[in-house]
């Protein structure tokens, strides 16, 4: 990406590359047994001419979706607290949406897909199975979750990479997987400067304003419980939507059968010890069919 910009002709833009150049140790050649040419991505759809819908009509499309599911004791709450992102609450089974928040016909979908069709419904499967702790989740299925949330989505958004880049960025960063661990603001100041430099906007003040909005989320995520300016404490669980959804998209790449039982309960279908404990139980994927019934 930054490759792509050396001859920009802002010289804002160069400077911030400059930056990058000097702040992050990228190696000049980097081994990898991923060649991302080798999966078979959807195409992203475009959404242009697309409806938008309300904070209300997300509610109600969210509720149509649980009852479709037969998720019993959920409820959709509008969250007037300013948070701006859609968050499921598997503790007391809520669903809450941002009051202010707005999306467009194809990206609600994915949003159903990922947080009803994903979250919820494999909470009730789980909790519905021979397993009830596949309610709750065995122990380290996060990865599993998020990368097949992540997966539902791409399926109908479509994808021309794995998810979560900048989540398994930010981390990587504080952590110093490329020599030097930092703080809050060693990783804010990065992530502003590749967030511009990545930027399709012309304006290029509207462009450096979002830049710095997007690097402090960003860090604010990647930060939380933490004091923010000892280098190399970090939360790390963000790593889990990029890792995860390159574990489920290797389980598709190679057609595997597990793909066919996912959705029993919360359980990482990468992990090895996860399948033998649902192989032991007996726990298929014919048990979905009994689920549904």
């Not at 819908?53 to 499309?61: D, G, L, P, R, T």
């Not at 009852?67 to 859609?86: F, K, R």
């Not at 994903?118 to 998020?146: P, V």
Request: some cysteine.
């Amino acid at each position: 990406m930054i490759d792509g910009k050396r001859s920009d002709s802002d010289q804002r833009i160069i400077e911030a590359i400059a930056r990058l150049d000097q702040n992050i140790n990228i190696p000049e050649e980097i081994e990898t047994s991923i060649d991302i040419n080798s999966y078979d991505f959807p195409k992203l759809k475009s959404t242009k001419n697309e409806p938008e819908y309300s904070a209300e009509e997300i509610k109600v499309a969210f509720q149509r979706a649980l009852l479709e599911c037969n998720a019993q004791g959920w409820s959709v709450v509008l969250d007037e607290s300013g948070n701006t992102a859609i968050n499921v609450n598997q503790e007391n089974k809520t669903v809450y949406v941002p009051a202010e928040r707005k999306v467009k016909e194809t990206k609600l979908k994915a949003l159903i897909a990922h947080e009803i069709g994903t979250h919820a419904l494999r909470r009730e499967n789980g909790e519905r199975s021979k397993l009830k702790l596949l309610g709750l989740g065995l122990d380290r299925y996060l990865k599993g979750e998020e990368g097949l949330a992540r997966y539902k989505e791409q399926e109908i958004i479509g994808a021309t990479d794995f998810a979560g880049f900048d989540c398994h960025l930010a981390i990587s960063l504080a952590m110093g997987l490329d020599g030097k661990k930092r703080d809050f603001r060693e990783v804010f100041d990065i992530l502003r400067d590749y967030y511009f430099v990545k930027s399709k906007n012309a304006n290029r003040d509207e462009s450096w304003k979002n830049a710095e909005e997007l690097a402090w989320k960003r860090c604010l995520r990647a930060f939380r419980g933490t004091t923010c300016d000892i280098p190399g404490a970090c939360f790390t669980q963000d790593i889990a939507y990029r890792e995860g959804n390159i574990g489920i998209w290797n389980l598709v790449k190679k057609d595997d059968d597990e793909m066919r039982r996912v959705m029993v309960g919360k359980y990482d279908p990468t992990s090895e010890r996860h399948i033998w404990i649902l192989d032991q139980l007996g726990i298929s994927d014919s048990d979905l069919e009994t689920l549904a019934n």
